[in-house]
């Protein structure tokens, strides 16, 4: 088989789609052994790729402006007002659009477009072009991003325009998947796609990176370390987490002295948060770290990691760390609103709870403890859902559709 990717983001740290993107490739080869796998890498800023490292047979990598003109800037400023159309929004899709026009697309079996970021601008930039009608077009998230879960943003008129614009890529899309089976359902109906959205996870594969020495790696000081690593946005909820776990180590001795909870956050609300909880026992606040340093203190130093999902109502995507998360085989705690993606993956109830129950919250963790302290059986949360074998079939159910 022969397969072309376009992507926007193989970045190996900084963001967590250029570690699923890279993961994806890496997934890919090990199906498809022998198959061709192309790539056309379509950036607009300075990254480190380490493109070397990816299992292609070849890959093409292009830079594109992302400052518009001043012309097109100052023209910008009435014309979105006037007719609800960004032209600065317009001419950086074109300048992905004349690359993605050019590429010889009609010897591959199968195309891939994966988006990035929160503008989508690679598979905006598909629409009206011949490669769309064979292309399977993944959404990482929703767009706009008015319509992503626990955004406080309200949808504008641009954002209309935005929607109309991408239920036109969809329609003429051949296939469109996305990473969570809630956010294929909940896609399809807001594009109005008379097509269902198939449904292919994140990924994580160690193998296409390469990771420098870290430099930040807190060692930890008890027996059982409890970390978050990550961003408080989207209705993510860590309050809760630090109430029950300041509940816990106030039960008993043992877990102020075989306990920690250590907080790599960062965000709007972290000040507030250190300034209230900062002398809480136990409770250690530090700066996030890069993806070398991080990924290695969760491997190696922690016990228990924490995931937020969006809330505090729904989450209908899948968090980026999943998968990097199931690959260390720790106990993974989701704290999840009631209805969620996770909830759909999870395996094993200890390691869920609701993000607005502390009491939950404070049981469920407790077990979690207990389990690390009298050494009980390994927990893996998630089953075999991000496997390679999984990851094989649910890929074969989207080329099947694409042929």
Known sequence: MKFLIIEQDLRVSGTSQGIISRSFLGKLRKAYPESLIDVHYIKSEDSVDKLDLLPVDHLEEYRVNASAPMLVRLANKLYWRLFNVSLVEEWFVKQYAKIIAKIDYEKYDHIFIRSAGIGHEIILATL????????IVNFHDPFPVAWYVGTKLKPTKVDFFR???MMKVVDQAHVCTSTAS???HDLQHLYGSKKPFLTLPHQYDPTVFS?????????????????????LMFGRNIENLIKAYSELINSHPKYVENTELILRVK?????????????ALNIKFLDTVDFSSSSNEQTHQSDIVIILENGPYYCNILVGKAPFLASINKAVFCLSPK?????????????????????????KLKKLIDNELNQGEPIKPFGEYFSQENFKVQLNEILQANN
């Open 182 to 184: 809630y956010m294929s």
């Open 211 to 231: 990771l420098k020495a870290p430099t930040k790696v807190r060692v930890k000081e008890k027996p059982v370390s409890i970390s978050y690593h990550g961003a």
């Open 163 to 165: 929607l109309a614009k």
């Open 267 to 279: 965000g709007n609300e972290v000040a507030r948060f250190k300034e209230m909880y900062g002398d």
């Open 128 to 135: 009206d072009l011949p490669i769309l009608k064979k292309a």
């Open 339 to 363: 209805t969620s993606e996770l909830r759909n993956i999870v395996t094993d109830d200890r390691c869920i709870a609701n993000m607005e129950d502390v009491t939950e919250i404070k049981t």
